[in-house]
């Protein structure tokens, strides 16, 4: 259903690969919100996936633009800005990468640079987006700018590896620039952290369809899907939440306010608990110390 949220509005959307995606979803959404936006990706994943059907069915069209290059992203925001007549209303930020996790370099077994890609990729393009952003004056008084991120930034998750890291930064950086934008122009900058969804991005990470299963015991309102999370997106670019800034909103069905639910407790009762395997090890301990 849409409630014409966005009309008149003008925006960019990073990290549209395949109709998995995230962007993806937002883009559809936006779209039917009355939004109208530039896309763009890397020109590697424009090949790999398939963003210029998006493009068509939205109307718009793709610049490529890697975004952890600067000219790349000067040329993407005054093409983008001259395509639609005039400056930003939001941005999306839908980016994430981590080589580390893709060659299954494990987080006691870090390539630096590898890291220092990971990093640059998944956090600090967001930076340069909106400092880019800022000196050109891309964005339009009362703008918001939201990024994607995940509960790794605060609590630790088996398997998310460096990019628990990289999202820390990436809202730390929302908090920083959120001062500095909100204060001069009143644009706001949040992060949305998600629950685990499947798409490309994240079924590279290693047990993916596990912490899937745990995540959805974990929730009381379940994880919370793609289509799910750009509807929420698309609140935030609306006027109805215009001071909402420099915050990490959860969009998770309630897992980041969880310890133990029934949900995940009830996989315990099916077959051995922890203690009991740890228990079975000692008492075979034993019995080989009684043998001799
Ligand atoms: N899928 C999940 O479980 C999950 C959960 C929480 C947060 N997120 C975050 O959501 C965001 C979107 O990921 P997704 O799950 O939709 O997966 P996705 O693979 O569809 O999207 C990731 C995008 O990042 C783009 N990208 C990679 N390197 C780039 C670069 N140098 N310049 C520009 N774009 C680049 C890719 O081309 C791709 O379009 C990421 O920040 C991800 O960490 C995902």
């Known amino acids: 259903m849409a409630y014409n949220l966005l009309k008149g509005k003008r925006g960019l959307i990073f990290g549209a690969l395949n109709d998995n995606s995230i962007a993806w979803k937002t883009a559809e959404r936006v779209y039917e919100e009355g939004g109208v936006f530039i896309l763009t990706n890397t020109p590697a994943s424009m090949k790999m996936g398939n963003v210029n059907q998006l493009a068509e069915k939205c109307n718009t069209i793709v610049i490529p633009a890697d975004a952890t290059d600067v000219s790349d992203l000067e040329n993407l925001i005054v093409k983008g800005m001259e395509h639609l007549g005039g400056k930003f209303d939001f941005v999306l930020h839908s980016i994430g990468m981590s080589p580390n996790v893709r060659k299954g370099r494990t987080y006691d077994d870090l390539n630096y640079h590898y890291l220092q890609q990971t990093f640059d990729i998944s956090a600090i393009s967001f930076h340069k987006i909106l400092q880019t952003c800022r000196k050109l004056d891309a964005i339009n008084d009362w703008g918001s700018v939201v990024a994607l991120s995940y509960v790794a930034a605060q609590r630790t998750l088996y398997g998310y590896n460096d990019m628990a890291d990289a999202k820390a930064l990436l809202e730390s950086i929302a908090r920083s620039f959120g001062y500095i934008y909100g204060r001069e122009k009143n644009i706001r900058i949040n992060t949305v952290s998600q629950s685990p969804t499947m798409t490309t991005a994240g079924g590279g990470i290693m047990g993916f369809d596990k ?82």
């Open 211 to 292: 912490l899937l299963d745990f995540a959805e015991r974990m929730s009381p309102l379940g994880n919370a899907t793609a289509d799910e999370c750009a509807d929420y997106i698309i609140t935030l670019f609306s006027d109805l939440t215009r001071k909402v800034t420099m915050q990490n909103l959860f969009h998770d069905g309630g897992y980041s306010s969880m310890g133990m639910s029934l949900g995940a407790m009830s996989i315990y009762r099916e077959g051995l608990e922890y203690n009991d395997v740890k228990e079975d090890k000692r008492n075979k301990k034993n019995s080989k110390k009684e043998d001799k």
